[in-house]
């Protein structure tokens, strides 16, 4: 109903309207006949009040006595003892003497049977509220509940078994059905329609004319008098139920949660008063019901504009902008109408504009996503500036771009790269700015670290003007950062005055950032393609310097084969007068043609080279008589066993290499073990000039201590040993 109310205010103001009504005809019906009805009202509370307080008695004495015999059983000694075989003859016991009791039972602290009054298998009633009730310390906890064991409705009480250290170790219970509060509540009647109904803590039928409330154990905390009941509204009072039937109650609550309730027929109590009642009552109906309906059309005609509105509004929250079609009225729902529909026609056009920006902004992030992707590409540093001012202008229609870095000083910024002409001729040029330049919008940024960005430039105070670039109205200057440090300056210009904006910032400080790690990405691939360069260069010296030595140690290794019949001075004589005579090639086996002045013929040349090291060299050829064509199959075979053979000599050689440093090592080791077992100074210089001598092919050596320096500044000539004399040893070495 708050709902319907809340949504409507159509129907509010009908509401209102009746309710202005209403009152003064329920004011008159009330003060005719309140005097009458409230004396029958109090006559008859006051009998609800006796039979209320006599069922109580009556409730509260048979609890008493199950809640004072349950105590009585779990103080019993073998109750307490907790075993078994003690409780069940006390147990049985108990539910003989009170023939109500349908089951007497106890459980552990785990809520399973210890000992029961019947013969069913032991359970578990963990789940039971009684017990967990109990457990928790309550001296009475009652539940009702649909029995385990007669299946019908029941009431059951539990209460704690405590040892000697009051120590809670189980829970004694008794449960009952309902018949005995049943019937009891059964006879209580008052009149014609008066009844008594007994309810438990949570609202549930223990005892009820209806015999089916009972047995379902209904919960009857929605019904209107349980809840002024429960609400602290004890006592007498009135209500209205599903029917609309009027009733007098009296409800009484209990020491232990439950409440006695007994109820009558309000018109029973009132009948006189009703027919008079009834009669003002038609007669109210019949003036609501009419004023009802004027009311609803009037408040109609007023409020049906305000619905259409409500309508469009609904509409235009779902996306719909469509203005409202309405007659033209000069009263506040039109001037409303218009207000709405002048709204609708600039939200549109909002909308259109902030769909169009936000299409052209994903355009031109798509466009720099490609313009990064292609930069990342580009490893040369030269060229990466020139992709980058490029694909700025055309993919963004800029009129001018370019790319000033800091030069090496660090207090220039110099054009490393710019669009068209202009920019070729300031690069070409050098074009420069101070770093420090107060007349420069790039230098500003370079200065700040920040985007500089000038709708108007020639406004500008700082902007510096350039004569290659006359159609230049609006600037944006963005730093390129590289570890926090500004490296340089990404500058573009527009050829119209606002022709920058914030997307255009956005766009180009996302640009530059890519930039730099283009530039970063340049860099390393600058000193990593410089430093494989140097290391290549090492190694083509050191390859070079280590076959020089092989060549000046063992001399041109050199190998002539020729075939049986073949005379090797003929052979020899053509390589050397034809075939050295001739361009020889030096990348890979070639041909080269022999004139011997008797027949023509053709030989195979090839360069050994150890990568761009050319370290020997081999020639194939046929004697005149026995010439032969040579295919290009022969050239490559040639050249891949050229390649295994310069790769295995290069092997050998390293190995030879690495032989001579192992037994120079060798021999080093077995001196120094030889001159630091001598026991004497003597001995010492004996064995190093006879080791040292027989490492060489010499015939004299000589070793000398203590030997004489050249005086200086007219000293007199002295031992550089101190007091160490000189000691000579000479030996001859025959045998070299």
């Avoid at 074009?431 to 430039?457: D, F, K, M, P």
Wanted: include cysteine; hydrophobic fraction near 40%; charge should be negative.
């Amino acid at each position: 109903m708050q709902q319907l109310f809340s949504r409507s205010l159509r129907i509010r103001l009908t509401a209102l309207v009746l309710l202005v009504v209403i009152i003064p005809v329920l004011v008159a019906i009330f003060v005719t006949s309140y005097t009458v009805s409230q004396e029958l009202r109090q006559e008859a509370e006051r009998e609800l009040q006796q039979r209320a307080e006599g069922l109580a008695d009556n409730v509260l004495s048979w609890d008493e006595t199950l809640t004072l015999a349950l105590r009585n059983l779990s103080r019993q000694p073998d109750i307490v003892s907790m075993e078994a075989d003690r409780q069940k003859p006390v147990l049985s016991q108990m539910a003989s003497v009170y023939s109500n009791l349908y089951l007497v039972h106890t459980v552990d602290r785990t809520g399973f049977n210890v000992a029961r009054s019947d013969d069913t298998e032991l359970q578990d009633y963990s789940d039971r509220v009684w017990f967990r009730e109990a457990m928790v310390g309550n001296e009475f906890a009652r539940q009702t509940l649909i029995g385990r064991t007669s299946n019908e409705p029941a009431i059951c009480v539990g209460t704690p078994i405590r040892d000697e250290q009051t120590h809670t170790v189980g829970v004694a219970s008794a449960c009952t059905d309902l018949d005995i509060l049943t019937k009891q509540v059964g006879v209580t009647r008052l009149g014609n329609t008066g009844f008594a109904f007994l309810l438990n803590e949570s609202d549930q039928v223990l005892a009820h004319p209806n015999g089916e409330y009972a047995r379902e154990l209904k919960n009857l905390n929605d019904h209107p008098v349980v809840k002024q009941a429960r609400s602290g509204q004890t006592g007498s009072g009135s209500f209205v139920d599903d029917n609309n039937i009027g009733w007098l109650f009296y409800a009484r609550p209990l020491d232990n949660g439950w409440m006695v309730i007994v109820q009558q027929e309000e018109v029973e109590v009132l009948a006189q008063v009703r027919a008079f009642q009834l009669s003002a009552l038609a007669l109210t109906m019949v003036l609501i019901l009419a004023i009802a309906g004027l009311t609803w059309w009037v408040v109609g005609n007023f409020v049906n504009p305000i619905v259409r509105l409500t309508d469009a509004a609904k509409s235009l929250r779902s996306g719909h902008l469509n203005q409202i079609a309405m007659p033209q009225r000069r009263d506040e729902i039109g001037i409303l109408t218009d207000a709405f529909n002048d709204m609708v026609q600039q939200l549109n056009q909002l909308i259109n504009n902030l769909e169009h920006r936000v299409a052209s902004r994903t355009q031109r992030l798509e466009m720099v996503a490609n313009i990064s992707e292609r930069l990342n590409r580009i490893l040369k540093f030269e060229e990466l500036l020139a992709a980058i001012v490029t694909e700025v202008q055309d993919k963004f229609g800029y009129y001018h771009a370019h790319i000033y870095l800091l030069d090496d000083s660090g207090e220039r910024l110099v054009v490393a790269e710019g669009t068209g002409p202009a920019g070729e001729k300031m690069k070409m040029g050098g074009h420069n700015i101070q770093l420090n330049a107060e007349t420069s919008l790039v230098a500003r940024a370079a200065r700040t670290g920040e985007i500089v960005w000038v709708n108007n430039v020639r406004e500008a105070p700082d902007w510096l003007p350039n004569e290659l670039l006359p159609n230049t109205y609006s600037e944006m200057a963005v730093p390129i950062l590289l570890d926090g440090q500004v490296v340089g300056v990404l500058d573009v210009q527009s050829d119209q005055i606002s022709g920058l904006d914030e997307s255009d910032a956005n766009v180009l400080r996302s640009l530059a950032n890519q930039v730099t790690v283009a530039i970063r990405n340049a860099h390393l691939f600058g000193e990593v393609e410089t430093a494989l360069a140097e290391a290549h260069e090492a190694q083509r010296r050191y390859q070079q310097e280590a076959w020089q030595e092989v060549r000046k140690s063992s001399g041109a290794y050199r190998y002539l084969f020729t075939r049986p019949g073949v005379q090797p001075e003929k052979i020899k004589k053509e390589s050397i007068d034809k075939i050295d005579s001739q361009r020889l090639a030096e990348e890979g086996p070639t041909l080269v043609d022999i004139n011997t002045g008797q027949s023509t013929g053709q030989a195979i040349t090839a360069p050994i080279n150890l990568g761009d090291l050319a370290i020997g060299r081999l020639q194939l050829q046929t004697t005149a008589e026995k010439r032969q064509p040579w295919l290009d199959e022969d050239l490559y075979l040639i050249e891949d066993i050229l390649n295994q053979f310069v790769q295995t000599a290069e092997n050998l050689r390293l190995f030879d290499e690495t032989r001579k440093h192992a037994s120079r090592e060798t021999t080093i080791r077995t001196v120094t073990d030889k001159l630091r077992a001598a026991p004497s100074l003597d001995r010492l210089l004996e064995i190093a000039t006879t080791e040292i001598s027989q490492l060489f092919p010499v015939n004299y050596a000589e070793l000398e201590l203590g030997a004489k320096v050249n005086p200086g500044n007219g000293s007199k000539s002295a031992y550089s040993g101190g007091a160490i004399p000189p000691i000579h040893l000479e030996g001859d070495k025959q045998d070299g």
